[in-house]
Each structure stands twice: as C-alpha cells, then as structure tokens.
C-alpha cells in the first residue's frame, strides 16, 4: 500500500471521526439515539459546495474560499436541527429514533428532486479542498471542544439527562434545552463532516447519504463505547480502515467486517472503552472502579461462606 492509498483511509476516519464525535455528544452523553445523522451530513456537504463551486463551473455555485464552505455547511445543518428538534424533541425513546430517521430519507429524497444541484444524477466539479493536515486540525479542535464541554456544567447536566430525564427535570435541569443544545452541536459537527466529505469526494450524490451511512455512525459510537470520547476516535479509525483490510477478501470482506463486529460487540457489550478515557484520570478511575468491584465481589464470596458456615453448624446441631 502507497502513502497516497494510506492517507485516503486516514482521511475517511478523519471525516468520519468528526460525525461520530458529534453523534457521540447525543447519543452517548445526552441518551438520544438518532439514526437520521446522514441528512445533517448532506446538507454540510451539498452548502459548502454551493459556497466553493465556481460559477463558471456550474451556475448555482459562489466561488467563496474553502473556509466559508465549512462555516456555511456547520451552521446550516445547525440551523436545520434547531427547527427538526423544536419537532420531534417531545418524543421518546424509540419514537425519536424513527423521528430522526423519516428526517433523513426525506432530506435524501428532497435533494433527489432539486436539479439545480444534479438531483438523482449527483452534483460532480466539486473542488478537491479536503487535505489531511486539514481534518486532523479540526479533529483536534473538535475532540477538545467536545471534552471541555463534557466537563463543564452544562456537559453534566446532559449525562444527568441521559441517566434519569425525571430526576434530572425535578432538581431544575431544563431537559429540553439541554437536549436541543446536544442536537444542534451535533449536526454541526455532521455538517462540517459532510463538507470534508464533498470536498474529498469531489462529486456527491444523495444516495451517498443514505439511512446506511446514519447506521454506519451509530454503529461506530456503539462499538466504540457509549459515553466515551476515546472511544469514538477508536472506533471511528478501526471501522473505516477494517473493510479496507479486508479488502483482500474481496466480496467476503463485508462478511468479515459484519462478523467482526459482532464477536467484538459481543465480547465487549459495553463498546472497546465501556466509558472510560484514555486519560491520565480516566485510566485512573477505571483502575478505582475495577479494584473496587473486585473488592466487593471477594466480600460477597466471603459472606456466601460465612452464610454456608451458619447452615452447616445449624444442621450438625
């Protein structure tokens, strides 16, 4: 494999990797399952190439630097989100999920039908801007802003949310806002993503962003562990470089990439980091939490013995 080859996957997760963290911030710490990720991502990548596409090339495009593109692609599926969410926020559990979902095929089909974007046909000329030093920066920017938020009030008052709506609503979190705060980060985070993409791509056509692409985000933040940012950079970097692995396998790569993750699910229900970070902290907390169940586990093997003891002394009386 050539550096060139290599760098293509590396970008691919980078792209990837920004989607996911943002679908992390909603589903691992505010509990709210979206599979609909892939409508924000269209709608970052079909604006910024709106902004960046030259007139001379196609007629509806701007000509504007790369750097607008990106703004104008975050903020539009932002703005999106907001009015999606003023929506579909009320509903629970399951029902979100189907929400977000209907919300994604219709921003597919809908970008289907616009023929001044190419419609079914796609949209090709898009510049080639997307560089790897590029999405590693935003990457950066991205996981530290992610963290730091986290970390703040408002980042607890998300995880309050996703641990107990009712709790969290009774000691005076504004559940709503802080959901509709996690949303629009998050279809931010995809709009950029899907700039990147267009821009890597240089051609986008709406059945790249299908119900497959939001399952394929999801199942990342799943595999990397719930509630956790280390493992949505691990996971975003192994499950976009693993079919290229097995690409050797030709049309069996799929079944090994499926089974793969499968047995990993499987072995590591709770995701590859369960929650924890690759921190100093976190590592240290982990190692707390794993001496302590252990702890507790020889205690209740030393009373289940104490327990039997009292049984065999009341039956030889």
């Known amino acids: 494999m050539d550096w060139t080859y290599i760098q293509g996957i590396l970008m691919l997760a980078g792209i990837n990797l920004i989607s996911v963290l943002g679908l992390s911030l909603l589903t691992g710490f505010t509990g ?184 394929e985000l999801t199942i990342i933040v799943i595999f990397g562990g719930l509630g956790s940012i280390s493992g949505s950079v691990l996971g975003a970097v192994l499950l976009t470089a693993l079919p290229e692995i097995l690409r050797a396998f030709e049309i069996w790569r799929l079944v090994f990439y499926g089974a793969a993750v499968i047995l990993i699910m499987i072995s590591r229900p709770k995701g590859l980091m369960g929650g924890m970070e690759l921190t100093p902290s976190g590592i240290r907390k982990a190692q707390l939490e794993r001496k302590a169940r252990l702890e507790a586990r020889a205690e209740a093997r030393r009373l289940n013995g104490l327990e039997d003891g009292s049984a065999d002394e009341g039956r030889g009386a």
């Open 32 to 215: 709210l399952f979206s599979f609909g990720h892939a409508g924000f991502m269209a709608i970052g990548a079909y604006i910024g190439a709106l902004m960046t596409v030259s007139p001379s090339t196609t007629p509806a495009g701007l000509g504007l630097p790369f750097f607008v593109g990106i703004i104008a692609g975050g903020a539009a599926a932002g703005i999106v989100s907001y009015f999606i969410g003023r929506i579909t926020l009320s509903l629970k559990g399951d029902y979100f999920c189907i929400a977000t979902l209907g919300f994604g095929e219709a921003t597919r089909l809908l970008l289907n039908n616009v023929q001044i974007f190419g419609g079914s046909r796609g949209w090709p000329g898009v510049p080639y801007k997307s560089t790897l030093p590029v999405i590693v920066l935003v990457d950066v920017v991205a996981v530290l802003f992610l963290a730091n938020l986290i970390k703040s009030r408002h980042g607890r008052n998300m995880i309050a949310v996703r641990e107990e709506e009712l709790a969290a609503q009774v000691s005076g979190i504004d559940v709503f806002k802080y959901k509709m705060t996690a949303l629009i980060i998050s279809a931010v985070y995809a709009g950029v993503a899907g700039v990147f993409f267009g821009h890597y791509m240089t051609f986008i056509q709406p059945k790249m962003f299908s119900m497959t692409k939001s399952t």
